[in-house]
């Protein structure tokens, strides 16, 4: 008795289905489909890819470079992810690995794929409208929580002033030590 190949292929895991060719997959290819199995963790519920902060993967016979932008500079969940991204990776037989950040242009709530929308509604997240459309109902899909470090004297002691700085997409905070004002560019 065989068993029906087709139900091998589909269904068994979360992971979108591969683009459907009639060539073998290539090791690029194989690259990101290890890529769709590693999960945001802020939001896990989406993929690295879902999430859009794979901007590029080269396979090589050398191994396989691949660049992020994490989802804000400084977001302590950035080593998590090259961390999982890496181990992604070698466990395909794509290794050495080599994970590089790219922090310009920044990441935006724009660069999450349509399946990753449809997998936040699922999981009953309002998805995010356009980034930065002042004036619009810009919806954070995640809130800091923690208190922010000052940038000019690295103090944890800082407070919220407003939920908006000089664009929508930036809350304004004041350091209490140094009494210095400075902006955060929220994860939208
Ligand atoms: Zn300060």
Redesign the pocket.
């Known amino acids: 008795m065989s068993i029906d190949s087709t139900l091998r292929l589909v269904g068994l895991d979360s992971s979108p289905p591969l683009e459907v060719s009639n060539t073998a997959p290539t090791r690029t290819d194989a690259a990101w489909a290890a890529l769709h199995t590693v999960p945001d963790p802020e939001v896990p519920v989406l993929s690295v890819c879902d999430l859009g902060i794979v901007r590029e993967v080269h396979v090589s016979e050398h191994g396989t470079e691949v660049v992020l932008t994490p989802t804000y500079s400084g977001c302590p969940a950035t080593e998590v992810i090259a961390a999982s991204v890496r181990a992604a990776l070698l466990h395909a037989g794509l290794g050495p690995v080599t994970v590089l950040h790219r922090l310009a242009p920044a990441w935006t709530t724009d660069w999450i794929s349509a399946l990753g929308r449809e997998r936040l509604l699922a999981y009953g997240i309002a998805t995010p409208g356009p980034a930065c459309a002042v004036g619009e109902g810009v919806t954070p899909i995640r809130l800091n929580l923690h208190r922010l470090r000052?940038p000019?004297?690295d103090?944890a002691n800082t407070e919220r002033l407003s939920a908006f700085g000089s664009t929508a997409c930036k809350a304004l905070h004041r350091?209490l030590?140094?009494r210095?004002p400075f902006e955060h560019f929220k994860a939208i």
Request: charged share 40%.
């Open positions: 000052c000019r004297c103090s350091c030590d140094c210095e």
